[in-house]
């Protein structure tokens, strides 16, 4: 076996000489030139032959050292051989992972751990690795119309038909339940959601679909959604439900945009005649507390005079009972003075004709003098 360590080829033995054997003629130089002369591709195809056939463990054919036996394979050789294989098995097990991913890594099928952002180590072909977008949000649309399947064509309660178009916005939280329990994720999103709002749509009228419940529907939404695909034990996160259209079939587009413009008509007229009504009611209400409250004081007040004339007369009544004669002239005088106090007369007690006269006195204005000189 001659001495061949010029490379997997098998050329570059016997340096120091400048043409080898039959089979070496293709790495030395030409005589008298610098230049070196390059294989041809049957030559090359045919060393490459019999260092395979080397390394299978047979023998090469003629060529090479001029000998019956083929060339063999070196110590150093192999351990080049090796270096390679082991340097392809750490690029195929050593793997990275972004930031906004995770990787599942897979022992003979089966989950074996989550590999998490940064230079990770899965020792090829022993553990796969899965690497699933985590944090990245993905965009499902239900009711575009884009197939037939895909129809935003919804019933309500009150039988009515509204065309609804929604986007559910969602990631993942679980790479490996994301894997292994779900066949297809969009599709299967795509179906939770739209079945979801189909219920709600059910439940719901038409008037606050198209008008203030969008909001609420897509609340609802994400909470039903959500819900189911945690039974299925997806490892799907909803974010948000984006409520882009729901308006009336476009064949009927028209004729329901004039009912809506009556039935707002309506509702402006209905709220016009009960702000009268209120208006009204409340004055109507305010004259009725009035002449109450009227009421209410005048039966004070009467009362009130009943029980003080009665206390009245009952002291009177009592002093009556403790002296008769002092009451009876203390009342003449009092009643005399009542009835005869806004009267302009002059009385003269004790006059008569046998000792004062003819009873008879010229008349003096005493009260005409007497607002005369109150006046000067």
């Known amino acids: 076996m001659s001495g061949n360590s010029g490379g997997p080829w098998g050329g570059g033995g016997n340096r120091g000489s400048g043409n080898r054997g039959t089979g070496g003629s293709g790495g030395g130089r030409e005589p008298g030139g610098d230049k070196p002369q390059y294989p041809e591709i049957d030559d090359l195809m045919k060393k490459g032959q019999q260092q395979l056939k080397v390394l299978m463990g047979g023998r090469g054919g003629s060529g090479g050292g001029g000998g019956t036996g083929g060339p063999g394979i070196s110590g150093r050789g192999v351990?080049?051989?090796?270096?390679?294989?082991?340097?392809?098995?750490?690029?195929?097990?050593?793997?990275?992972?972004?930031?906004?991913?995770?990787?599942?890594?897979?022992?003979?099928?089966?989950?074996?751990?989550?590999?998490?952002?940064?230079?990770?180590?899965?020792?090829?072909?022993?553990?796969?690795?899965?690497?699933?977008?985590?944090?990245?949000?993905?965009?499902?649309?239900?009711?575009?119309?884009?197939?037939?399947?895909?129809?935003?064509?919804?019933?309500?309660?009150?039988?009515?038909?509204?065309?609804?178009?929604f986007q559910v916005v969602w990631n993942v939280t679980d790479p490996a339940r994301f894997l292994f329990n779900l066949a297809d994720p969009a599709n299967t999103v795509r179906a939770v959601a739209e079945s979801a709002m189909r219920?709600?749509?059910?439940?719901?009228?038409?008037?606050?679909?198209?008008?203030?419940?969008?909001?609420?529907?897509?609340?609802?939404?994400?909470?039903?959604?959500?819900?189911?695909?945690?039974?299925?034990?997806?490892?799907i996160n909803i974010i948000r439900v984006n409520f882009d259209k729901a308006d009336p079939p476009g064949d009927v587009i028209d004729s329901f945009r004039e009912v809506q413009a009556a039935r707002q008509e309506r509702d402006r007229l209905e709220r016009q005649a009960d702000a009268y009504a209120n208006r009204v009611l409340a004055a109507a209400r305010g004259e009725a507390a009035q002449v109450q409250e009227e009421a209410e004081a005048y039966r004070a007040e009467v009362i009130n005079v009943a029980q003080g004339e009665a206390s009245r007369f009952l002291s009177v009544w009592q002093e009556y009972v403790n002296a008769p004669d002092v009451t009876r002239r203390r009342m003449y005088l009092e009643t005399m003075e009542r009835v005869l106090g806004d009267m302009n007369l002059t009385i003269l007690d004790n006059v008569t004709g046998e000792n004062g006269g003819s009873g008879v006195l010229p008349y003096l204005p005493l009260d005409q003098l007497r607002r005369t000189g109150e006046t000067n």
């Open 79 to 165: 351990l080049l051989g090796l270096a390679g294989l082991v340097v392809l098995w750490l690029f195929a097990s050593f793997y990275t992972v972004r930031p906004e991913e995770r990787s599942v890594e897979l022992l003979f099928g089966q989950e074996y751990r989550i590999g998490q952002p940064g230079l990770n180590f899965a020792p090829w072909p022993v553990v796969r690795a899965e690497i699933v977008q985590v944090t990245t949000e993905r965009v499902t649309e239900v009711g575009t119309g884009r197939s037939v399947l895909d129809s935003g064509l919804m019933l309500t309660r009150d039988e009515a038909v509204v065309d609804i178009e």
């Open 199 to 235: 219920d709600i749509i059910a439940r719901s009228e038409l008037s606050p679909i198209l008008n203030r419940d969008r909001g609420a529907i897509a609340a609802d939404l994400r909470q039903a959604a959500q819900g189911t695909l945690e039974s299925y034990e997806s490892g």
